[in-house]
């Protein structure tokens, strides 16, 4: 029997304007079951059922007072814990930042909260979000609503597996190289990536500044394009926001564009795909062309350089961005004495960020400082940024042949918890078919599109830029046409 949890936003919100639920039910419904479920999954890094409760208790008495609300007005959500907030502490799933309490809402909260939506806690992350499993968490990995031995992948795994399991009616994540769109497949849930710009990121604590972007992990492609519509829009406050009037992304849905042509370069990931993986391709294929699209056969014979890419540009910004981390500017300080003889500055900053960085971020700090270093920049680091300009050259050649272009979300269905946390190179492959988005600045939506031994399997659309309308109309026509989307995991089912 479902509740006021197994609502989509889209539907919660409806329901709370229409007098039918009251914000504070919705709220005591999800925190009911955050409380069943969070030590299972550990989809939370922190909650505040009581901040919660008490905004709740607020939006009640204004709707009885007749007051004009916000789009989420009702809606139970969940953020990030890299997106900076003025309560509770921003600790991006790392030691180095335990207890740190950010002095402003980051943009994206700010307009959460202006939307009258309700914050119920921090979803937990893989460290400074690199990972692709939310194992790197310093607070423990999180694990797959479907199968709690799985992964739900990263870094975004703690939002895509409270969405899942219903511990909220939708999520904020962030998405440097794939990190909503991975942990929304193997969750079954749906994820955006916007264009590069579209969102700001003020206050969302950096990776790879020119490869993050904040987005929603939703039920559907409905609930996502309300999500998107009430946090996207300029911002002065960040310089890479693209000076764009907001947009109402559901006033958009409704039939798919006549000779809506969708291109799949099967070439470029058939022989490195699992069968059931290549399965769910066809499938979605096959429902578009039911929908009346066309499928058209491409070449993208650069993707195949898309992780190498993808891992040197990553790297050395992160590098560069969390050079701040040092025990005197931000976070952890070390509390050992340098012994005589040691330079004490030297000694302070490099006992402070061992102590606190898990392994993934120490590796890709190393390996940034590395293609950053004199005698190998060349090398490594500027012919990257000329790979990506190829990639991002590829697409708009392929765009010009078709509108969207479908790719798989994922190699793989969900694998084991440790299966490939010791193996970089396995774990990194995880993101080959997400990467290129976010080396081309482009829009990409992931879609449930089947199971392989009951785990969910996804594909993505990827748009020409700003093209998050197509994208959302496209994803809501496939979930017109099919039920994956509707499935719910064993830990998100009633009594569970």
């Not at 079954?188 to 969102?199: C, D, E, H, N, S």
């Not at 102590?355 to 004199?374: D, N, Y």
Request: aromatic share 8%; hydrophobic share 40%; with cysteine.
């Amino acid at each position: 029997m479902s509740g006021i949890a197994d609502l989509s936003a889209f539907e919660l919100a409806a329901a709370f304007a229409h007098g039918d639920v009251t914000a504070r039910a919705a709220v005591d419904a999800v925190a009911a079951r955050i409380d069943r479920l969070q030590g299972r999954l550990n989809a939370y890094a922190s909650t505040d059922i009581a901040g919660a409760r008490e905004r709740a208790d607020d939006l009640d008495r204004r709707r009885a007072r007749g007051e004009a609300l916000g789009r989420l007005a009702g809606v139970v959500l969940s953020i990030k814990d890299n997106f900076a907030t003025s309560s509770g502490a921003t600790a991006c799933g790392s030691r180095m930042l335990a207890g740190y309490h950010a002095p402003y809402n980051a943009t994206v909260v700010a307009r959460i909260l202006a939307e009258d939506g309700i914050i119920i806690g921090k979803t937990a992350m893989d460290e400074f979000a690199m990972g692709s499993t939310t194992e790197t968490s310093a607070s423990g990995p999180v694990r797959n609503p479907w199968d709690p031995a799985r992964v739900p992948g990263g870094s975004s795994g703690g939002a895509a597996c409270a969405v899942a399991a219903r511990l909220c009616h939708g999520g904020y994540g962030s998405d440097t190289g794939g990190s909503i769109r991975l942990p929304a497949a193997f969750c079954g849930v749906t994820g955006l990536k916007p264009t590069y710009g579209r969102v700001s990121r003020y206050g969302l604590v950096a990776y790879g500044s020119s490869l993050d972007q904040i987005g929603p992990l939703a039920r559907d492609a409905r609930d996502a394009a309300l999500l998107l519509s009430a946090v996207e829009g300029h911002d002065p406050r960040d310089s890479t926001s693209a000076p764009l009037p907001p947009r109402n992304y559901l006033a958009a849905l409704g039939e798919l564009p006549r000779e809506l042509r969708i291109g799949v370069a099967r070439a470029s990931f058939e022989g490195g795909c699992e069968g059931a993986v290549l399965a769910s391709v066809d499938a979605a294929c096959a429902a578009y062309r039911g929908l009346g699209a066309t499928i058209v056969p491409i070449e993208m014979p650069m993707l195949k350089y898309a992780v190498a890419c993808y891992y040197i540009v990553a790297t050395a910004e992160a590098s560069s961005n969390l050079a701040r981390y040092d025990g005197v500017h931000f976070g952890h300080r070390t509390a050992e004495k340098e012994p005589p003889g040691e330079n004490a500055t030297v000694f302070l900053y490099s006992s402070s960020r061992r102590e606190a960085f898990g392994a993934e971020v120490k590796r890709r700090i190393m390996l940034g400082t590395h293609v950053l270093s004199s005698g190998y920049y060349d090398a490594y680091y500027l012919k990257a940024l000329k790979v990506r300009r190829l990639i991002k050259e590829e697409f708009d050649r392929v765009f010009e042949r078709c509108d969207l272009v479908l790719l798989p979300a994922s190699p793989t269905a969900p694998f084991a918890l440790g299966e490939k946390i010791t193996d970089p190179l396995a774990m990194y492959l995880s993101d080959v078919f997400t990467v290129s988005a976010n080396l081309a600045g482009i829009p990409a939506l992931s879609l449930p599109a089947g199971f392989a031994g009951g785990l969910p399997l996804g594909v993505q659309l990827l748009a020409p830029p700003l093209g998050e309308e197509l994208l959302l109309q496209a994803g809501h026509a496939f979930q017109q046409a099919t039920d994956w989307h509707r499935r719910t995991p064993p830990a998100g089912e009633e009594g569970a």
